[in-house]
């Protein structure tokens, strides 16, 4: 059975840095309609206190999440050295596809064919599919490509992970202050080389209760237009919801893989609030009864770059595995998790081996 390895990688970044004072102009709400009194910059210093969150980048008008996702694609595929028209598979992870103008999500054609179309990719036989999956999408992009490529279905496939949530966020609500643009590109490749690659992975999906936590839904300033839908969420169940259950699915997936924690060497986990990446990171190292560790192993981009959603985590390899993260570097034939919890709620982990 052949094994599935990341021979190039890619990532775009825009370039409107989006600081605190972008939203000093906002007049906030909160979750039951009623208008924050207290100043604005007060809760905007009170946001970046939560979440560590300072800037975040958003793409500029003329640009789209498909335009963006075949920015990231052309660096992938030319960092993997491979003519293009090897690709069997196009996966591409998105919560919203191709925001139009007016916020409404746009899913046709799927934003795979788009990119493909952009390429230029001749092959009819390269199949292009979108992963619709919350934040986790990419991951389970990652997890669907492994699989086709166990099957013996492909053996090269372009994996994108793209949004552009700057255009899906009520303008009333504090939690448009988390979310953010970008787009990150991995090419997988089947090997014959054992033990190599992704080595292990699982994928949990609670959809019972859990299932409205993060969803669309009217602004929340009932004065103002109801008829289009934002990004709503509920911060502490998700807070809550995610310390309890992604840990656990961490541990498992490290098991699976014959690992301890010990033997990780980087955990590249989404980041959508700082607070909770660290409470996570934690509460995994205290199911293995460890105390003390080097807090390195989990990579921080949120503060910077904002909540990406599925772009977070090929953007974060990219710039690592480039050498363009300070203090970041991951070791030669070492053991990596990439790990996300979102909308569904979905949970997923891959342990990733270097070869």
């Avoid at 092959?123 to 919350?134: A, E, H, I, P, S």
């Avoid at 190599?196 to 699982?202: E, L, M, T």
């Avoid at 961490?250 to 989404?270: C, V």
Wanted: net charge negative.
């Amino acid at each position: 059975m052949p094994n599935t390895i990341i021979i190039g990688s890619g990532s775009y970044l825009p370039n409107r840095i989006i600081g605190r004072d972008y939203f000093l102009g906002s007049e906030f709400y909160s979750e039951d309609g009623e208008k924050i009194d207290k100043p604005v910059e007060e809760t905007i210093a009170k946001f970046v206190e939560i979440t560590e969150i300072e800037n975040r980048r958003f793409i500029d008008e003329d640009l789209s999440n498909s335009k963006i996702g075949y920015e990231a694609a052309k660096l992938a595929i030319a960092d993997a050295k491979i003519d293009q028209e090897e690709l069997d598979y196009i996966i591409y992870a998105s919560n919203f596809g191709e925001v139009t103008e007016h916020g409404y999500a746009d899913f046709m054609p799927t934003m795979a064919a788009r990119v493909k179309n952009k390429l230029g990719i001749k092959n009819r036989k390269c199949v292009t599919y979108d992963m619709l999956f919350g934040c986790p999408g990419w991951v389970e992009a990652m997890i669907l490509a492994d699989n086709l490529i166990k099957a013996n279905v492909a053996k090269t496939i372009l994996v994108i992970g793209g949004e552009t949530l700057s255009r899906v966020t009520d303008p009333h609500d504090r939690n448009r202050m988390i979310f953010a643009d970008g787009a990150g590109a991995v090419v997988v490749k089947a090997t014959d080389e054992e033990n190599v690659g992704i080595i292990a992975h699982n994928t949990i999906c609670d959809n019972g209760i859990e299932l409205d936590y993060l969803a669309n839904g009217p602004s929340i300033n009932k004065e103002s237009d109801q008829t289009r839908l934002f990004v709503r969420m509920q911060g502490r169940k998700i807070y809550e919801y995610a310390l309890k259950n992604v840990p656990n699915a961490i541990k498992e997936t490290i098991e699976d893989a014959g690992l301890s924690i010990e033997d990780i060497n980087k955990i590249l986990i989404h980041q959508a609030n700082a607070k909770m990446d660290y409470a996570m990171i934690e509460r995994l190292h205290k199911l293995y009864d460890v105390k003390d560790y080097d807090h390195s192993i989990s990579p921080m981009t949120i503060q910077d770059f904002g909540n990406s959603s599925v772009a977070t985590i090929p953007t974060m390899y990219d710039l690592i595995i480039k050498g363009k993260m300070d203090g970041q570097t991951f070791k030669e034939k070492g053991n990596i998790v990439m790990t996300s919890v979102g909308a569904g709620m979905n949970i997923n982990a891959i342990v990733y081996r270097f070869p």
